[in-house]
């Protein structure tokens, strides 16, 4: 069990209609399904993840979330998941408007890049970070919006969304103290759990 | 002349035909007093009746959907491709029934059988029928043969709408809805097409106004025509391209590069036939025209263009589809002009507004609508793994 699914599996609600940004495999709503029952439906791109979803028997839609999201209905879901895609999509911003306009709640994680790793990287190297978490070069990068925990939070509140829980972890999907202490710091995968201001 | 045939060949296949005395009574306000249904089933019935598959044939489609009819057969039938052992629909573990539609020309009361009560040829009198007179007549098929809900209703094109059918009017009668290459209803253009391919057929001289079996003759002109028109729907631009334009130029024929292959080498400077694909349209309409019934082809396309589910609910399709029950694959192909992916997507937008179940493939193919009877490996794969799903679930009922 992946530590970050666990942590957000405690966000649904049983039964609750889930939809899932860019799903993957749909490891994520499978496990949401079997353990909470919910009526999820995942959005994809890749074929052979779409032929994984299907397998699994995880509802699986063929579409690109940057062609946009205005075939769903204003709050048609319950929660709207998009797990490690925020940095990849064209217009972020956007984006998490639209997640917020079509479910009630929102559950976003990304890698944050103000991550010591990164910033060392960045200044001892002085060229923009390669690792095993980050594997790609800047040329060919799917992550063109790479953002940190403290650029998140300044757009949740410049949008006036409600962060109802933050969460960083590391690439092993733990946490501990110190992350909860300077998570911008030392956490390399945010999990956020938002919500409109009411 | 397949004497051998090959293990994923459902083999020899022998129709059936049921008549039913009932009276099935028609959206057009008329009614159908006893007709005949032609079928065909491969597979075997489960005990506890739970593992069919319904299939729905398209415009000009029929029961014959898998397998040959005799050793000396060469062709199998129609979806082929799909269906049999290990196959999308795999008749290892499903049985798939296939009918030939009311009005249809290949066993099934139509047009082209003997009205009992004048003891003639129905030609023009034989009812319209629609999509929904369609479902109807399978229901009651169903209960013939014991079914009382199908695992899953699968059908392309013509066949997709009647799935669709089947799962606002039967929500408890099927589990899966499987709709490939369809819409939720015609466009003007399509509709348009379909109108040029009637007046081709009824103004031809031996149409006799339908009454040409009396007279001892049928529209061949006009069937040829219809089907001509129908079939440059039926492919892509590409398609044709591939098939027909391998020559650099329309003069050269043997280049491999772009243009139009000649059926000669030279232009004629007259009004014949100068290109492949004149010809190849040449001969797939006298093809038909020599196997299909022109009063059928009329009442078909007429099907097609008066379908449209989200009539009885003020035109809000996706109140349709809060009927349903089911769970729904929908499949699209890239290159489609007939039914095109944006048409597949306007049933998936409808079907999440209704709050359904539904998984959407949009395969990235070469040959247009003709797609969904082709074996191309991402359709394949995905309908095979979705249908898969569909038997592990019933596996799983059962236990």
Redesign the interface.
């Known amino acids: 069990m992946r530590p970050d699914l666990e942590i957000i599996q405690n966000w649904i609600t049983p039964k609750s209609?889930v939809l899932d940004l860019g799903c993957g495999d749909g490891s994520l709503l499978n496990y949401l399904r079997l353990k909470k029952n919910v009526?999820g439906?995942g959005l994809e791109i890749d074929?052979d993840n779409?032929?994984s979803?299907?397998?699994?028997?995880v509802?699986?839609?063929?579409?690109n979330i940057d062609e946009g999201l205005t075939?769903?209905?204003s709050n048609?879901f319950d929660t709207v998941l998009l797990t490690q895609t925020l940095q990849a999509s064209s217009k972020p911003d956007l984006l998490v408007d639209e997640m917020l306009r079509i479910g009630e709640y929102g559950v976003i994680t990304f890698p944050n890049f103000g991550n010591w790793k990164s910033r060392l990287s960045l200044a001892s190297n002085g060229r923009m970070p390669v690792s095993k978490f980050m594997p790609h070069n800047w040329y060919d990068t799917p992550n063109i919006h790479f953002c940190t925990v403290k650029d998140f939070d300044a757009l949740c509140m410049e949008k006036n969304v409600t962060v109802l829980t933050r969460t960083v972890v590391d690439s092993q999907h733990q946490g501990n103290w110190a992350m909860k202490a300077w998570p911008n710091f030392l956490g390399e995968i945010a999990i956020y759990h938002i919500t409109k201001n009411s | 002349m397949p004497l051998q045939f090959p293990s994923d060949n459902v083999g020899i296949v022998k129709p059936q035909t049921i008549h039913f005395d009932e009276d099935l009574p028609l959206r057009s306000g008329k009614s159908l007093n006893g007709f005949d249904l032609v079928f065909e089933t491969y597979g075997e019935l489960n005990s506890d009746r739970s593992n069919a598959i319904l299939i729905c044939h398209a415009l000009s489609g029929d029961h014959h959907a898998a397998g040959y009819h005799s050793d000396a057969d060469t062709k199998t039938g129609w979806w082929d491709n799909c269906i049999g052992p290990g196959k999308a629909i795999d008749t290892d573990q499903f049985f798939v029934v296939s009918l030939n539609n009311l009005g249809g020309c290949a066993g099934s009361t139509g047009p082209a059988s003997i009205d009992p009560a004048t003891g003639k040829y129905f030609g023009p009198d034989f009812p319209v029928v629609t999509v929904r007179d369609w479902v109807n007549s399978q229901a009651m098929l169903s209960d013939r043969l014991g079914i009382t809900r199908w695992a899953a209703v699968v059908g392309g094109s013509l066949g997709g709408m009647q799935v669709m059918r089947w799962a606002i009017s039967y929500p408890d009668r099927i589990g899966h809805a499987v709709c490939i290459a369809t819409a939720p209803k015609l466009s003007a253009q399509n509709i348009a097409f379909n109108e040029v391919a009637r007046q081709s057929i009824t103004n031809d001289a031996n149409f006799y106004g339908g009454r040409y079996l009396d007279a001892g003759t049928y529209p061949k002109r006009g069937l040829m025509l219809a089907r001509m028109v129908g079939h440059i729907t039926y492919l892509s631009d590409s398609a044709m391209g591939s098939k027909f334009g391998k020559s650099t130029t329309a003069y050269d024929p043997n280049g491999d590069k772009f243009g139009r292959d000649l059926r000669s080498g030279t232009l004629s400077f007259g009004f014949d036939l100068d290109f492949q694909v004149e010809s190849y349209l040449h001969y797939q309409g006298e093809r038909f025209s020599e196997n299909f019934d022109a009063n059928t082809y009329l009442l078909m396309t007429k099907a097609l263009d008066y379908f449209d589910p989200a009539i009885d609910f003020g035109g809000d399709l996706s109140r349709a589809f809060e009927q349903a029950s089911c769970?729904f694959?929908v499949m699209s192909f890239s290159t489609d002009w007939r039914f095109p992916p944006a048409r597949s997507?306007e049933i998936?937008?409808y079907l999440?507004?209704a709050?359904k179940?539904?998984?959407?493939?949009?395969i990235e193919a070469e040959q247009g609508h003709d797609s969904f009877l082709l074996p191309i490996p991402?359709y394949i794969?995905?309908f095979k793994?979705?249908l898969?799903?569909v038997f592990?679930?019933l596996s799983k009922d059962a236990a």
């Open positions: 209609r009526n439906i074929a779409i032929e979803c299907i397998e699994k028997g509802n699986v839609i063929e579409q075939n769903f209905q048609s | 769970k694959l997507r998936v937008d999440l507004k709050k179940e539904v998984s959407y493939l949009e991402r794969g995905g793994a979705y898969t799903r592990e679930e």
